[in-house]
């Protein structure tokens, strides 16, 4: 709840939603069968209603309501609620101006080694307090994780203007139905949802292992495929046009076996894996397909971590030690992959 939250406020101020491109959408979640049938979705359409997730709704009503009578009659139930939807793009570079403005320096360098390997070194050379890793894949090399690898997805692009199809303004999903074995991690997955006021994305691929970037409409059925679900699931989108210069994007979602790693390196885990008792790295990675939906709770997470390091630090070092503060923080990298 803490990323909704801090995503609700940016959303409700007019000037900070132009400037991040954060709004608040109503997405629609919609299900072939009944979701009193299915305990993990009614767990969590209860959770959702309990945990302060605005507009939750849940009912058969809303298929005609959202798709129109008599439409898709292979749908048994839907549950909807207010989301935060961001232009990411737009986001992140307003992220990283508003990461400049408070006194952060950045460069871009490639780490080749486990920090583990060359932590004093980096410390030293940065004159940090601590290392945040948030090298998402790059943790098989930085954190030396064997447990992290891609999860390829790709997204097709329409305008969203009006002009060839009536605008969409709400969010429309069909998430992948885990008892269709005959089915691929997402061949049944529908996932409309317009990203700015101009642009709308249609998706979704979920593919394992996959590393490959360059998929189009001409060279990946897998993406063609993809197109045709969504137009079959909302008829309307026969006439959307591509957006000419940038119509597919594909990206590597950085999942990791297990769950996040979210923890100092020096830490008491049971997980051996890059830990060494003293260390001031804290590892931030493996968020998968929901990076930006965790992140404003892991980075909280991660500065409460960084300050109980450097207390304790301070604790054992007291002699040699200046004062610690967050602005000697380095954050290893701030590009953006998708
Ligand atoms: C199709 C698709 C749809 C998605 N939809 C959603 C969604 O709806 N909601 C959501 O929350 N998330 C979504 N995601 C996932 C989201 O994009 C990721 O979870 C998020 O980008 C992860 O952020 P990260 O900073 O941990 O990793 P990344 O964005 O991968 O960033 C890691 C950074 O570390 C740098 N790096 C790596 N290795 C090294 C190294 N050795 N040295 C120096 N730098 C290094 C990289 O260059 C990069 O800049 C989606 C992803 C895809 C592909």
């Known amino acids: 709840m803490v990323s909704y939250n801090i995503f609700s406020q940016m959303a409700e101020d007019p000037e900070l939603a132009r400037a991040t491109g954060v709004r608040m959408r ?71 101006g508003r990461v400049v403005s408070l006194g952060a320096e950045l460069r871009h360098a490639e780490i080749t080694h486990r920090l583990l390997d060359i932590e004093a070194d980096l ?33 097709i692009r329409v305008k969203n203007d009006g002009f060839s199809m009536p605008k969409v303004t709400k969010a429309l999903c069909v998430p ?15 996932f409309i949802v317009p990203r700015s006021e101009k642009v709308l994305l249609l998706g979704g691929s979920v593919e394992p292992h996959e590393w490959g970037l360059d998929l189009n409409l001409d060279n990946s059925a897998l993406v063609r495929t993809m197109l045709d679900r969504c137009v079959n699931f909302l008829p309307a989108l026969k006439n959307a046009e591509l957006i000419d210069d940038f119509p597919v994007a594909v990206g590597l979602r ?15 885990s049971n997980n051996k894996l890059s830990i060494r008792a003293g260390s001031r790295i804290v590892h931030n990675y493996g968020h998968g397909g929901s990076g930006f939906t965790l992140s404003h709770g892991c980075a909280e997470e991660v500065v409460q971590i960084v300050q109980r390091m450097l207390e304790s630090h301070r604790d054992t070092h007291c002699d040699s030690c200046t004062q610690s503060t967050m602005l000697g923080v ?5 590009r953006y992959s998708m």
Not at 127 to 137: F, M, P, S, Y
Not at 254 to 268: D, E, I, M, T
Not at 330 to 334: G, I, K, P, R, Y
Request: glycine share 8%; aromatic share 8%; hydrophobic share 35%.
């Open 330 to 334: 380095q954050v290893e990298s701030q």
């Open 176 to 190: 992948h139905d885990d008892s269709k074995a005959d089915m691929g991690n997402s061949e049944d997955l529908v």
């Open 123 to 155: 410390l030293h050379q940065f004159k940090a307090d601590a290392i945040v890793n948030c090298t998402g894949l790059g943790a098989m090399v930085t954190a030396a994780d064997d447990n992290v690898y891609p999860l390829r997805g790709c997204l």
């Open 26 to 96: 109503v997405a629609t979640f919609f299900f072939q069968k009944p979701i009193s049938e299915d305990p993990e979705t009614y767990n969590k359409v209860q959770e959702l209603k309990n945990s302060g997730v605005k507009c939750v709704r849940h009912g058969f009503e809303l298929i005609e309501e959202e798709l129109g009578r008599g439409a898709h009659s292979e749908l048994k139930d839907a549950y909807q609620h207010l989301a935060p939807v961001i232009d990411t793009d737009q986001y992140m570079v307003w992220l990283t």
């Open 254 to 268: 950085p999942f990791r076996k297990g769950n996040v790693r979210l923890g100092a390196a020096g830490g008491s």
